[in-house]
């Protein structure tokens, strides 16, 4: 099976301006999850999708909004960039509810100037 | 919430030596805990996990112990090669709910 995939993976942005991430989960899955990684603060949760529904919430401000399709594709959205979303946004997608191990696509470099 | 440490933050080994990385977690209802290895430029993936029913896990150079008393879970690497070098992460989870990260660790693996 193919593994997560998400595009592009390398984005770079001006303050204010906005940006959508798109993640393809592995074939089957139902759950995506995304994630914000930086040096300084680790691996984040952002949110996470199942069936086109949001079902959990990370501590992030509303500029950060996601949704997911039909098909588990998944995409997210930052708006009013800032310097600070300067990161790597990663995808991960498992099975579904009650199922636990998530795998991670390769990610999004985001680069804001 | 779930709050995971993580220990050492760097490690460094020679070629053939064992490493490992320990990690503390708060809340006694995680019963998943799976170990990612991260390469530069590449998303985490997964190298072993753990569930709370089981003391002790191996896959090949590759360990992983629970002490759920304690709540703390180790990563063992033996005769390590230059190609483990990487950042290895811990996370603990209940069930399907969203798991906690460790920071990570960085681990040199010097020839």
């Known amino acids: 099976k193919a593994g997560v995939t998400q595009t592009p993976r390398y984005l770079i942005k001006t303050r204010g301006q906005q940006v959508t991430l798109s993640c393809s989960p592995i074939?089957?899955?139902?759950?995506v999850s995304w994630y914000q990684q930086t040096p300084g603060q680790g691996l984040q949760f952002l949110f996470e999708?199942?069936?086109?529904?949001?079902?959990n919430k990370g501590n992030f401000p509303g500029r950060f909004s996601g949704r997911q399709f039909s098909n588990s594709r998944s995409e997210m959205n930052v708006s009013t960039l800032e310097l600070g979303d300067s990161a790597l946004y990663l995808c991960?997608?498992?099975?579904?509810?009650?199922?636990?191990?998530?795998?991670f696509g390769p990610g999004t470099r985001l680069t804001v100037l | 919430g779930e709050n995971v440490e993580q220990h050492p933050s760097t490690l460094s080994v020679q070629e053939g030596d064992s490493a490992v990385i320990k990690c503390t977690y708060s809340?006694?209802?995680?019963?998943?805990f799976p170990w990612y290895k991260q390469e530069l430029g590449k998303g985490p993936q997964l190298i072993i996990d753990?569930?709370?029913?089981?003391g002790e896990k191996k896959d090949q150079r590759i360990a992983v112990t629970l002490n759920k008393t304690a709540k703390h879970f180790s990563l063992h690497i033996t005769e390590t090669q230059p190609e483990d070098s990487a950042v290895y992460f811990c996370?603990?989870?209940?069930?399907?709910?969203?798991?906690?990260f460790g920071r990570g660790t960085s681990l040199i693996v010097h020839p």
């Open positions: 991960a997608s498992s099975p579904g509810l009650g199922t636990d191990t998530q795998y």
């Open positions: 074939s089957g899955h139902r759950s």
């Open positions: 999708y199942f069936s086109e529904t949001q079902r």
């Open positions: 809340d006694s209802a995680s019963n998943y």
């Open positions: 753990i569930r709370s029913n089981v």
């Open positions: 996370a603990a989870q209940e069930g399907s709910y969203i798991p906690t």
